[in-house]
């Protein structure tokens, strides 16, 4: 994985709208007139300073991202993340969610759709290897969408170790 860079911004703006695009199935998100998603989060994510983009990198070709929010903060919050298509099931999207979670030990809040089962299976799993008897679910409502069912959040505590500080 790589921290986005200025070159790298029209990338992601691509694999966004991918992105929005897929999970337009479960939170039911219209594109604008335009025929893009809103990109809010995907901005912030560029200029907040306790966030971070980070491209998911695979054989050399960009395979996905990765949005995290929360690093000046206790907790860290996966806010985006995304494998294309042409690379799911291979075990990317694991490799990157565990490189990206032992970068930075400690708490890490993940949210998903239930009804996203690929999410909730892919979550479940991840949270199970990186943080073995160390994680909880919950049901949180989703802010300002009463017509949308609640969010899982899972949270894991991350046990550091030693060189994994490079996601
Ligand atoms: C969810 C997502 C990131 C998974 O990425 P991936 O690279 O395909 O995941 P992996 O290949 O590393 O899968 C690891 C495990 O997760 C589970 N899993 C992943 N995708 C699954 C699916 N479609 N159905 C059932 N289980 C799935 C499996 O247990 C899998 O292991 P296995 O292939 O040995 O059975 C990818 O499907 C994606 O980008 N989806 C669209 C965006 C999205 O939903 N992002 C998450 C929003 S919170």
Partial sequence: MRTVGDGDR??????????????????RSR?????????????????????????????ERVTGFALV??????????????????????????????????????????????DNTAAGRFWRRVARRAAPGRWTEERRPVPGRPDLPPDTWIRLTVVGSPGDRRP
Avoid: K
């Avoid at 029209?10 to 939170?27: I, K, N, T, V, Y």
């Avoid at 025929?35 to 306790?50: H, K, M, N, Q, T």
């Avoid at 985006?80 to 032992?102: P, Q």
């Fill in 69 to 114: 929010r929360g690093l000046l903060g206790p907790c860290r919050v996966m806010s985006g993340f995304f494998v294309v298509r042409t690379a799911r099931r291979t075990g990317v999207g694991a490799g990157a969610a565990h490189r990206l979670t032992a970068a930075h030990p400690g708490p890490w809040e993940i949210p998903f759709q239930e």
């Fill in 31 to 59: 594109p604008l007139p335009d025929g893009s998603f809103g990109r809010e989060r995907l901005r912030a994510a560029l200029v907040e300073p306790d966030r971070e983009a980070l491209l998911i990198v695979h054989e």
């Fill in 10 to 27: 029209p990338g992601l703006e691509a694999l966004w709208q991918m992105f929005r695009h897929d999970l337009s199935e479960f939170d």
